[in-house]
């Protein structure tokens, strides 16, 4: 199972019994990379919004976005991309690549090497909310709670992108909106990982918003 297939818990059977004519035994059974790059994102998302309403400072987001939020869920996009999964594949290499590039752009502000203004991060920000945008319209044909995963992060964007070009009070806004988001990430990881380790579909996702 993948993230295109979280519309729908996959238990687990058990093994047929052996007979004569049993086919060569299958192969390991592999896990699914969504869990990581969900969760992933969803850490290094709250994170940040934790800075953005005022209660940690950059020091932890940055680390947090290099290691979990950029190179966990890059990976995690990588093997989504093993598995034919185009939706995983872009979605979690894509927004690992987005907290790399972001962490390394904190890092080159703060020691001078690269300094970047507001409206810099602002115009940034403005080219992720375009690709959200698209990906959105996909994860609405996924889940209802990946399409709602998928609307609070657009709107997060947004949000962001006004906090940058003048409306600096939409700032702490954005955070607790994105908090929601984070949680929704968190919500389908756990899905994913009860479904297999209950056989069942414990927190069910939803039917697909558009059909």
């Not at 906090?163 to 984070?182: K, Q, R, S």
Request: one cysteine or more.
């Amino acid at each position: 199972m993948s993230i295109t297939t979280l519309s729908k818990a996959e238990p687990r059977t058990p093994a047929p019994a052996p007979s004569a004519h049993a086919h060569p035994e299958a192969g390991p059974k592999l896990g699914n990379p969504a869990v990581v790059g969900l969760a992933g994102f969803a850490l290094s998302t709250l994170l940040l919004q934790f800075h953005n309403v005022g209660w940690v400072g950059m020091g932890p987001v940055v680390w947090l976005g290099l290691v979990f939020g950029g190179g966990a869920q890059l990976i995690a996009g990588l093997h989504e991309m093993k598995t034919g999964n185009n939706f995983g594949y872009g979605a979690f290499t894509a927004y690992g690549c987005f907290w790399i590039a972001l962490a390394l752009m904190q890092i080159g502000n703060a020691t001078g090497l690269f300094p970047v203004s507001t409206t810099d991060v602002g115009w940034f920000l403005v080219v992720w909310t375009l690709y959200t945008a698209v990906m959105t319209v996909g994860a609405l044909r996924i889940s209802a709670a990946l399409g709602l995963v998928f609307i609070t992060l657009l709107a997060g964007f947004v949000l962001l992108d006004l906090a940058h070009f003048g409306y600096p009070a939409l700032t702490p806004v954005a955070g607790y909106e994105l908090m929601v988001c984070a949680g929704l990430a968190l919500y389908v990881m756990a899905h994913v990982v009860f479904a297999d380790v209950f056989g069942r579909d414990v927190l069910p996702v939803g039917k697909p918003l558009i059909r």
